[in-house]
């Protein structure tokens, strides 16, 4: 420092231009360093309130461990509970220090990611408006288009996801869905009006998240205080994950979750939202009327369903993976045989692949029940020359369908695993698997049993 100094000061007396220079340069130097030390040590969190996790939080979260590469096929409610008990870890990528967790929430959890990336200077500017925490807070399942937000059993998640949270949170719930066509042109309110009227949101701060695939922030639904992270009047989110074992984790929220949901299990929760508070519209009701009459022409006669999910195939070739093949369902029709006397059984297959509905018309033409219409992938429409509304009543139209099946076979689908949720029975509902079809229980029985006593 000494050395500098006399450098600085014989400068300033030979030169003293240069000595003015070369001082200024050293300071700015001295402020860049400052800053950086300083930008580092702040927590990176939207201008709210910090929530500072407690010791045992924090020392959960340092046990970094990567999970594995596929998610188990399909959990019971009760195995489900314990697979979240064991909490899966934060990968090293995200960091353990609140800091980083603090930096995701801001960052990675607010836009689209590469493809899907598209302006939110709405919800962005918004969001800078003064909050009111006396007036009514929104939570909103979002989807519109140019963002991609995956087929019907995601958003079924996610809209759940949204539901949930709202319970918790003592937020209203709503959904703002226009892509692939406008939702409440296809469902109306039931027992809760979830068809928010935009002129109640003018003037509301607000924030967006986009959540796709996120398994971090997963997590993270499960440890934060949502309305000190996101204090804003209307929260939209996007997601297609299911946080509902986070926030029932959640320290935060225990004891409101078990106020509002008692002790009801996961996948009824999810069918009470589906059945109770989301109603079909009339044309696709008029659908349901008409297969379920030519399924059951007395009360006698059995409905054996599957659904089978190829994935990438001729009638949908833009999908992102394979799935299935032709080869690998034929188990199923090997199934079927046991169930092919005309005058007690009648099958029903959803698919994503026109092959499969011509095999089935093949193999069983007295049997076979189909629900008119075009095949689509609600998030892949942009090639399809129908009408994307009408491919989507098709896909609600299957879906219901499934849900009121006698025996029931699935193929890893979170579409399928809702219609079984819908169905709300583990008698007769099987999944294929490796070559075998074996028995499939998504309720455990008991909790099943006292959620019809307390209706009764």
């Not at 986070?246 to 009470?272: G, S, W």
């Amino acid at each position: 420092m000494a050395i500098r100094r006399n450098v600085v000061i014989g400068l300033f007396w030979m030169k003293p231009k240069y000595g003015l220079a070369i001082s200024l340069c050293l300071c700015i130097v001295t402020v860049i360093i400052s800053l950086y030390f300083l930008d580092d040590l702040t927590l990176k969190v939207p201008p709210v309130q910090v929530v500072v996790l407690p010791k045992s939080e924090k020392e959960t979260l340092s046990q970094i461990g990567d999970g594995p590469v596929h998610a188990p096929v399909i959990l019971n409610d009760i195995e489900i509970e314990v697979a979240n008990s064991s909490r899966e870890q934060i990968p090293q990528h995200a960091g353990v220090e609140l800091k980083n967790i603090s930096r995701h929430l801001q960052l990675n959890a607010l836009l689209p990611s590469n493809r899907d990336r598209f302006l939110l200077n709405h919800f962005q500017n918004a969001s800078l408006r003064k909050t009111n925490s006396n007036r009514e807070k929104y939570i909103i399942y979002y989807c519109r288009k140019n963002i991609t937000c995956c087929g019907w059993g995601d958003r079924q998640h996610g809209i759940l996801s949204a539901y949930v949270i709202s319970l918790v949170t003592n937020r209203t719930f709503g959904v703002d869905m226009s892509s692939p066509c406008v939702l409440s042109n296809l469902f109306h309110p039931r027992k809760l009006n979830w068809k928010i009227n935009s002129t109640l949101l003018q003037g509301l701060s607000t924030k967006y998240l986009y959540t796709v695939n996120d398994k971090v922030f997963r997590q993270l639904i499960g440890q934060i205080d949502f309305d000190a992270v996101y204090p804003q009047d209307v929260v939209y989110l996007t997601t297609n994950y299911d946080y509902f074992y986070a926030l029932k984790n959640n320290p935060y929220y225990k004891t409101i979750f078990r106020q509002k949901l008692k002790t009801k299990p996961r996948p009824i929760v999810f069918a009470d939202l589906w059945q109770n508070i989301f109603k079909l519209n009339r044309r696709v009701k008029r659908r349901l009327t008409t297969a379920l009459a030519k399924a059951k022409p007395t009360e006698n006669f059995k409905l054996v369903c599957a659904h089978l999910r190829f994935g990438k195939n001729p009638t949908i070739p833009w999908d992102s993976e394979v799935r299935n093949t032709m080869e690998s369902v034929s188990v199923v029709w090997d199934f079927f045989k046991k169930y092919k006397d005309h005058h007690k059984y009648r099958i029903f297959v959803a698919s994503d692949s026109d092959n499969v509905r011509s095999k089935v018309m093949e193999l069983f033409p007295l049997q076979n029940v189909e629900i008119e219409g075009e095949i689509i992938h609600i998030d892949k429409t942009k090639r399809i020359k129908i009408d994307p509304c009408t491919g989507f009543e098709k896909v609600l139209a299957d879906q219901y369908f499934l849900s009121m099946c006698d025996v029931l076979v699935l193929t890893y689908s979170v579409f399928g695993k809702a219609a079984a949720y819908m169905r709300r029975s583990n008698n007769d509902l099987y999944f294929l698997e490796d070559g075998q079809i074996k028995p499939l229980k998504v309720f455990n029985d008991r909790l099943l049993f006292e959620n019809a006593q307390s209706k009764s």
